[in-house]
């Protein structure tokens, strides 16, 4: 079974900085669109950063933007997210994303998805 493991989640003062990562448990991701997306408490799941195959293209939220820098190394399988600048709107579980398809905002356009883990910024 396909399966992708974030780590590196937990608490962080505004202004302080996150390294997510992800990794992919086939080759297969290799040529996969890798993608974060966050969803804090009521909230819908929202696209944060992507990254396509090569690793030289990626599309980012205007809310990260300058602050998030998505990354990824295929000889690992792996998929990175730095955050830099973090503020309280930042909190959120972020979720590791697969799909085939390029560049995409959308939840939908992704087939694979990890458990998620829980980024906490206080003030």
């Known amino acids: 079974q396909v399966q992708l493991a974030e780590s590196g989640g937990g608490l962080v003062q505004a202004g302080g900085s996150l390294r997510l990562s992800c990794a992919a448990s086939?080759?297969?991701?290799?040529?996969?669109?890798m993608a974060w997306f966050r969803q804090a408490p009521g909230k819908e799941r929202e696209f944060v950063a992507a990254?396509?195959?090569?690793?030289?293209?990626?599309s980012y939220a205007d809310s990260v933007k300058e602050r998030f820098t998505i990354s990824r190394d295929n000889a690992k399988i792996t998929v990175s997210l730095q955050m830099n600048s973090l503020k309280p709107e930042d909190t959120a579980v972020y979720y590791c994303?697969?799909?085939?398809?390029?560049?995409?905002?959308?939840?939908?356009?992704?087939?694979?998805w990890g458990q998620g883990t829980q980024v906490t910024v206080s003030s």
């Open positions: 086939e080759r297969t991701f290799k040529g996969y669109t």
């Open positions: 994303a697969a799909g085939p398809r390029g560049l995409s905002s959308s939840p939908a356009n992704y087939n694979y």
């Open positions: 990254v396509n195959w090569s690793g030289f293209s990626t």
